[in-house]
T-cell receptor, first 113, second 111 residues
Framework: SAVISQKPSRDICQRGTSLTIQCQVD?????MFWYRQQPGQSLTLIAT?????????ESGFVIDKFPISRPNLTFSTLTVSNMSPEDSSIYLC??????????FGQGTRLTVV | AQRVTQPEKLLSVFKGAPVELKCNYS??????LFWYVQYSRQRLQLLLR??SRESIKGFTADLNKGETSFHLKKPFAQEEDSAMYYC?????????????FGTGTRLKVLA
């Protein structure tokens, strides 16, 4: 199994500002994933972060809004840029296990005011 | 379109009663199906997967390809089963690690 540390666990931010969320894994992984969970909705994949290459974004998500870094095999960051109240969500970092199961961080609860 | 549907947002049962959390999926190929659970103040974690055909904490789930369903069942609910349950689909082929999640069902087991 993988242990994922994600921070901050929560934040309240002013609209127009940016927040960077960090995700640290206790083992080396090829791919890391960032999800968003808006209130009352399911988890939606934002992007897949591979070490040494640009992240792959899902439909509806763009790099300018959600820039991702992946400097090594155990760490990634997701930035939520130029925030608006609609960005208020839980953001989750995830990695895949050896049996295709997903491991998750504890999530970052973001409130934009 | 690939989709996972959990029709119930909230399911309340009494302790000792049977539980069935419904999950239907839409996918043209052969997906892998999972159930994830999130207990209060804990992170989302895997409960079981259809390939393993296992029983975890008394829960089982059978993949019914004809009905495209993967319902989660437990014959006798316990109070500690109260949690948020998510059904998830991982489309093939092997090496694709994206998941599609349902909206979740909150299970409340009443004393």
């Amino acid at each position: 199994s993988a242990v994922i540390s994600q921070k901050p666990s929560r934040d309240i931010c002013q609209r127009g500002t940016s927040l960077t969320i960090q995700c640290q894994v206790d083992s080396q992984v090829t791919m890391m994933f960032w999800y968003r969970q808006q209130p009352g909705q399911s988890l939606t994949l934002i992007a897949t972060a591979n070490q040494g290459s640009e992240a792959t974004y899902e439909s509806g998500f763009v790099i300018d809004k959600f820039p991702i870094s992946r400097p090594n095999l155990t760490f990634s960051t997701l930035t939520v840029s130029n925030m608006s109240p609609e960005d208020s969500s839980i953001y989750l970092c995830s990695v895949a296990g050896t049996r295709n199961e997903a491991f998750f961080g504890q999530g970052t609860r973001l409130t934009v005011v | 379109a690939q989709r996972v549907t959990q029709p119930e947002k909230l399911l309340s049962v009494f302790k000792g009663a049977p539980v069935e959390l419904k999950c239907n999926y839409s996918y043209s190929g052969s997906p892998e199906l999972f159930w994830y659970v999130q207990y209060s103040r804990q992170r989302l974690q895997l409960l079981l997967r259809h390939i393993s055909r296992e029983s975890i904490k008394g829960f089982t789930a059978d993949l019914n390809k004809g009905e495209t369903s993967f319902h989660l069942k437990k014959p006798f609910a316990q109070e500690e089963d109260s949690a948020m349950y998510y059904c998830a689909l991982r489309p093939g082929p092997s090496g694709t690690y994206k998941y599609i999640f349902g909206t979740g069902t909150r299970l409340k087991v009443l004393a």
